[in-house]
C-alpha cells in the first residue's frame, strides 16, 4: 500500500470512530426506571396537573386517574360527572364545565389518603365561580388566584381549573395539603382572572363572603340568601346560564352580622328593568322577615343590585357605593 493511500486509510478510519463517538453521545437517554412515560391523548393537559411518583415525597397513586365529563364517552374513557361519588354535579353543571379528573394517594402503612379532583371550565370565570361555592374553611393561603382551607380540605383556583383536595388519616392534614397544593400549582402556567362583575364590588368584603353563579338554582344554595317562595322568586328573577350574579358579605357594626351585596347581569336594559320590576313587587308582598330587610335598587344599564340586610346597610351604605361603581 502506498504512502498516500494508508494516510487516506487513517484519515477514513479515524473520521468513522469520531462519528459513532457522536452517535453515541447523541443516545436518548432512557426513561426513569420505574416513573410511568408523561401523559398522552386527549386529556394530557388535565392528567399532566396530577402527581406521579416522586412528585411528592413518599405518597403513591392508589389506582388509575378517572376521568369524567359532561356525558359518558366509552372511546376516550370518560365517565358521566354524575359517577364522580364527590361532587355534586348539578351544581358542576352549574357553570361552564368542561371535565374533570380524580385521583387517589396514600402512604402505606401510615393509613393517610388524599382524593385530588380537578376540574377544567371553559374560563378562569367560571373556575371562579365553582372555587367561591365549593371551598370551606378561614385559611386563605398563597396559592394560585384565591385559595381557601379547612381543617382537612384545600381549594385553589387557577386559570381555567378549581383544584380541590380533601385529606383522610391520622395525621395532621396540612403539611400534605400543602405539599400537593403547591405541586398543582406550579403546573399551572396561567394565574386566571376574577369574574369581571366582582371588581365592581366595594374594597373591604369579608374573604370568605365572596361568590359567583348564574342560575337561580345556584342561587338557592346560599342558605343566607332569603327565598320565602322559591318558585316565586326564580321566576322574577328570571335567571339563566346567560346572567352573572355576584355576591359579597361586609363586616358590620355587630359581631358575626354580615351585610351581603348582590348584582345581577342583564343580557339587555330591559331584561334589568323587567326583573327589577318584578323582584320588587314580590318582596313588597312578602311577609317573609327576612325578605323584608332585603332592598333592591332601581336598575344601572344591564344590571340589578341590592343588600339583603337593609337595616345594616342604612349604618354604612355600602349599597350606594356598589351602585356608583356599577356607573349609578
Request: one cysteine or more; charged letters at 20%.
Amino acid at each position: 500500500m502506498s504512502l498516500i493511500a494508508r494516510k487516506v486509510w487513517q484519515a477514513m478510519a479515524l473520521g468513522c470512530l469520531v462519528l459513532a463517538a457522536s452517535l453515541a453521545g447523541c443516545k436518548a437517554t432512557p426513561p426513569e426506571e420505574g416513573r410511568p412515560a408523561e401523559p398522552t391523548g386527549p386529556h394530557a393537559t388535565l392528567l399532566k396537573l396530577f402527581p406521579r411518583p416522586g412528585d411528592v415525597t413518599d405518597w403513591k397513586a392508589a389506582g388509575k386517574v378517572e376521568v369524567f365529563g359532561p356525558s359518558a364517552n366509552a372511546e376516550q374513557e370518560v365517565q358521566a360527572v354524575e359517577l364522580d361519588p364527590g361532587v355534586e354535579a348539578a351544581l358542576v353543571r352549574g357553570y361552564g364545565y368542561v371535565k374533570s379528573a380524580l385521583g387517589r394517594y396514600e402512604r402505606t402503612g401510615v393509613g393517610e389518603r388524599m382524593a385530588l379532583r380537578v376540574f377544567e371550565m371553559d374560563s378562569p370565570s367560571e373556575a371562579f365561580g365553582l372555587f367561591s361555592l365549593c371551598t370551606q374553611g378561614l385559611q386563605f393561603p398563597p396559592i394560585g388566584l384565591a385559595a381557601r382551607q379547612g381543617e382537612r380540605t384545600l381549594g385553589f383556583v387557577k386559570g381555567p381549573y378549581f383544584v380541590w383536595l380533601q385529606y383522610e388519616g391520622p395525621g395532621t392534614a396540612e403539611p400534605a395539603l400543602k405539599e400537593f397544593g403547591e405541586w398543582v400549582d406550579a403546573q399551572i402556567v396561567s394565574k386566571g382572572y376574577r369574574p369581571a362583575v366582582l371588581e365592581s364590588f366595594p374594597i373591604g368584603s369579608v374573604q370568605s363572603e365572596r361568590y359567583y353563579l348564574h342560575t337561580f338554582e345556584t342561587l338557592a344554595r346560599l342558605a343566607f340568601f332569603p327565598v320565602g317562595d322559591p318558585a316565586a322568586v326564580g321566576r322574577r328573577l328570571a335567571l339563566s346560564p346567560g346572567t352573572d350574579v355576584a355576591v359579597m358579605g361586609y363586616p358590620t357594626t355587630r359581631t358575626g352580622v354580615t351585610n351581603y351585596l348582590f348584582v345581577i347581569r342583564y343580557a339587555t336594559p330591559a331584561d334589568a328593568t323587567s326583573a327589577y320590576n318584578q323582584y320588587a313587587e314580590y318582596l313588597e308582598a312578602s311577609a317573609n322577615p327576612a325578605e323584608q330587610n332585603v332592598a333592591v335598587a332601581p336598575p344601572v344599564q344591564t344590571y340589578v343590585a341590592g343588600t339583603l340586610n337593609a337595616e345594616e346597610n342604612s349604618i354604612r351604605d355600602r349599597l350606594a357605593e356598589l351602585l356608583t361603581g356599577l356607573g349609578g
